[in-house]
């Protein structure tokens, strides 16, 4: 078990390079979501911490921009090796406070590495344009600029990589930062600032404050100074932050809620989809916002999909992240499983037939089992909302026009799965299913490499690919005249 002295598990704000208490001295418990018990504390911070650590950004902004390219590479570069080289102390750190299973975390650590890498190589690729001028004496430029201080607010669910793809392309573009890390999981965000001190980034170009989201968030949207916010988690919030960011026209990435469908064809190959169901279902016990929400399947392959996936959910081993084997960890939280509980009534209540789980797992505290609900139909509460949960429920369908209306019929448009064997099939469905991200025969399509995102209310902008680093650079057109040419 990670000791208390870990060199990542900060308990104080970093602002201005100082590591800092909250200026009333007031704490926020974190507690590990296996075992119920607390791990420490962190500062509960409001609206005087978080203007300093804005105005903390906006004084290192000024140098940070001017810093050549080549050099914030190389920072970024050596942040990669340190992440690398402490992947396991790191790893441990995430799965203590956030629950996934060691392997995840490792993961997950590797992942946030690689985006730093990603980034690091796409800010020396923020290319503008010289255009042909319509003018015999003026020439025109097209040049990319650091937006300013940019305002992360990231999640419980990947503590680290929700971070990595905010931080990381900021940095790479000239940006300097404020983050507020979930309340839940604030060590794997503050474990950042303990990285980027120690690699030399200069005081005040990341700054990080934990405390109360609200306070937090209010100070950010107002301040004049902050020219960008991007954020991940509720679509709730979502909206909420942008409403109050219109206030000073702020730039805003939105990474929102999902509601993925998952189709199954008859002319699938079952074990494969299967195969990639187990992964877009069970990842992080279900906590993802690309998680399949609903299972549609044709009628042909109904029965033989939901045995074999009942038959792959009830081998998952349960147990906390830590212990070795472990494949499903617990949920978050016990509201958390509350959600999950009022899933399943409410689809049994209505005709919904539990293949396996169904209910809390035997281990007690936040555990669940992994659950396979058939008979699904579209007066389920899980038609329409997030579940964040090990619950697949699998609906029956019969045509393929039917299939892709049910899957379009949600107001959230982030990833979307389907299975086929036929080629024209796979380009009329990809084409009708109205999703940011498509996995065509594929249940696991999140790399550093493409474009990560959503439509609808699912959210605005791209992080990763070379799209990601767009949303931190402000376009600048100047026009050269007088030249006399
Ligand atoms: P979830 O339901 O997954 O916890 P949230 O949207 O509530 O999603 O949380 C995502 C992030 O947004 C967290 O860091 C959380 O603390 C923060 N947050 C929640 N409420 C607010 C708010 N009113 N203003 C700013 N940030 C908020």
């Keep these: 078990m990670l000791q208390k002295t870990s060199q990542f598990m900060r308990e104080a704000n970093f602002i201005g390079g100082e590591w800092v208490k909250a200026d009333s001295g007031a704490t926020i418990d974190v507690t590990n979501p296996a075992t119920g018990l607390k791990i420490g504390t962190v500062p509960k911070s409001g609206k005087a911490e978080t203007r300093r650590a804005i105005e903390a950004a906006e004084t290192a902004f000024h ?46 650590i590797a992942i946030s590495a690689a985006y730093v890498l990603w980034f690091a190589e796409e800010g020396r690729r923020a290319y503008g344009d010289v255009v042909p001028s319509p003018w015999a004496d003026r020439r025109i430029l097209v040049t990319k600029e650091p937006t300013g201080v940019v305002a992360a607010i990231t999640p419980w669910n990947f503590p680290s990589s929700m971070l990595s793809r905010k931080l990381a392309p900021a940095l790479a573009a000239g940006c300097t930062t404020v983050v507020k890390p979930a309340s839940q999981t604030p060590y794997s965000g503050l474990a950042w600032g303990a990285l980027c001190e120690e690699v030399g980034f200069p005081k005040g170009v990341v700054n990080i404050v934990t405390g109360s989201a609200g306070e937090i968030g209010d100070e950010i949207c107002a301040n004049p100074l902050v020219k960008k916010i991007t954020f991940t988690g509720s679509t709730e919030v979502g909206k909420m932050l942008m409403a109050k960011a219109a206030a000073t026209v702020k730039k805003v990435s939105m990474e929102l ?3 993925a469908p998952f189709l199954v064809f008859d002319d699938a190959d079952v074990d494969r989809a299967v195969e990639g169901a187990m992964v877009a279902k069970y990842r992080n016990s279900g906590q993802t916002c690309v998680c399949t929400n609903r299972f549609f399947v044709q009628a042909g392959v109904y029965d033989a999909f939901v045995e074999k996936l009942a038959e792959a959910s009830r081998k998952l081993k349960v147990g906390p992240g830590l212990e070795d084997g472990t494949q499903q960890g617990p949920l978050i939280d016990g509201k958390a499983v509350e959600k999950v509980e009022e899933f399943v009534s409410d689809a049994t209540a209505k005709g919904g037939r539990v293949v396996t789980g169904g209910k809390r797992h035997a281990l007690g505290g936040s555990f669940f089992e992994p659950t396979v609900i058939a008979d699904a139909k579209p007066d389920m509460m899980f038609m329409k909302e997030e579940i964040f949960g090990p619950i697949a429920p699998v609906f029956k369908f019969e045509t393929e026009e039917e299939a892709v209306r049910l899957a379009n019929d949600t107001e959230f448009g982030l990833a979307c799965y389907f299975y086929t064997g036929n080629l024209a099939r796979a380009f009329r469905v990809m084409e009708g299913l109205k999703y940011g991200m498509v996995g065509v025969n594929e249940g696991l399509i999140t790399t550093v490499e493409a474009p990560f995102g959503g439509v609808k209310e699912s959210g605005i902008g791209r992080e990763g690919g070379h799209q990601g680093i767009e949303d931190y650079l402000d376009t600048k057109y100047v026009c050269i005249g007088g030249l006399g040419i």
């Design 63 to 108: 140098s940070w921009k001017k810093t050549s390219v080549l050099e914030r590479h190389k920072l970024l570069r050596k942040l990669h090796d340190a992440i690398m080289d402490n992947q396991q102390s790191l790893a441990e750190l995430l799965t203590m406070e956030q629950g996934k299973s060691l392997t995840e975390a490792k993961g997950e």
């Design 257 to 259: 809620g999902g509601n």
